[in-house]
């Protein structure tokens, strides 16, 4: 054991937990009991149906094998593979996330590098940045009066703060000798905003948009409950109204997998532009 690294025995204790974890799930959950001779008003009646109930893990694996081995099927509206659905949600989170990513980093780049202007939006950020964002569907919904576009609204909304909060304060926090330095060597403003100030503040902005993606992903399954349609959101609702819960289990664990992947990725990109001084 000495000789593994530190990663390798965190990854067996993972490995080991997720098994004792498993387990601990099928032993908790009982059997179907066999069902005896039914009268015919029984059967009639669905008496002998089985109940629904919490599925053990072995149930939810072969729903994952039966899934994941044909993910893009198109069977009609309401019967669509597990990958067109993350696929649609996917599609809703990134456009809206671009869309917030275009008008949060630059104008959060200019209040930043302006104390007045910072002191000025302060109030109405503050003020915008606790309403949840499925409180601005119904307006959505009203105003732009499309389900998908009202979505990819909601996930703007959202995406939005974050990353506008974290690139004024990372451009706020540039050191002042570094822009002193520029000064200097006559840089122009534009120059030193894009040689100087945006290099220093990169690890500050990509951990605000590091937080974006995690919330948008989390709004995004909410919002397609409420509009239908397609998503993964949608995928859940719509199994948990054909009380299928091994689909809903299997759909709630893929949800955890895309999430973690997507903060996975600006993991990466934040580890890209972190600076050691």
């Known amino acids: 054991m000495d000789t593994l690294s530190l990663n390798q025995r965190a990854a067996l204790l993972s490995v080991f937990m997720l098994v004792v974890g498993l387990l601990i799930w099928e ?16 059967r009639l009646t669905g008496g002998g149906a089985p109940k629904a109930g919490v599925p053990p893990p072995s149930e939810v694996i072969a729903k994952a094998w039966e899934q994941l081995s044909n993910p893009f099927y198109d069977a009609g509206p309401n019967d669509k593979g597990i990958g067109i659905q993350i696929g ?23 209040i930043g590098m302006s ?3 910072y002191k000025a939006f302060n109030p109405f950020i503050q003020v915008l940045r606790p309403i949840s964002p499925l409180a601005w569907m119904p307006l959505a919904l009203f105003i732009i009066g499309d389900s998908e576009a009202s979505a990819i609204f909601v996930i703007f909304i959202c995406s939005i703060w974050p990353m506008l909060i974290n690139t004024a304060f990372g451009v706020a926090g540039v050191r002042e000798d570094w822009v002193n330095v520029a000064r200097t060597h006559e ?3 534009i120059k030193t905003a894009f040689t100087v100030i945006l290099p220093a503040a990169a690890p500050t902005i ?4 590091r937080i974006s993606i995690g919330i948008a992903w989390l709004v995004i399954v909410a919002a397609e409950m409420l509009v ?6 949608y995928y859940v609702w719509n199994e948990w109204n054909n009380l299928d819960l091994t689909s809903v289990v299997f759909s709630i664990l893929m949800i955890g997998v895309v999430g973690m ?3 996975a ?3 990466l990109l934040q580890r890209r532009v972190t600076y050691a001084e």
């Open 187 to 189: 840089l122009s403003p």
């Open 27 to 42: 032993a908790a959950i009982p059997g179907q009991k066999a069902v005896g001779e039914l009268t015919e008003y029984e």
């Open 261 to 263: 992947l997507l903060d």
């Open 265 to 267: 990725l600006f993991g």
């Open 115 to 117: 104390q007045v202007a």
């Open 206 to 209: 990509v951990t605000g948009m």
């Open 228 to 233: 239908g349609g397609t998503g993964i959101g």
């Open 88 to 110: 649609y949600s996917i599609y809703r989170v990134l456009t809206g996330y671009f869309l917030a990513a275009l008008v949060a980093v630059p104008f959060g780049f200019l």
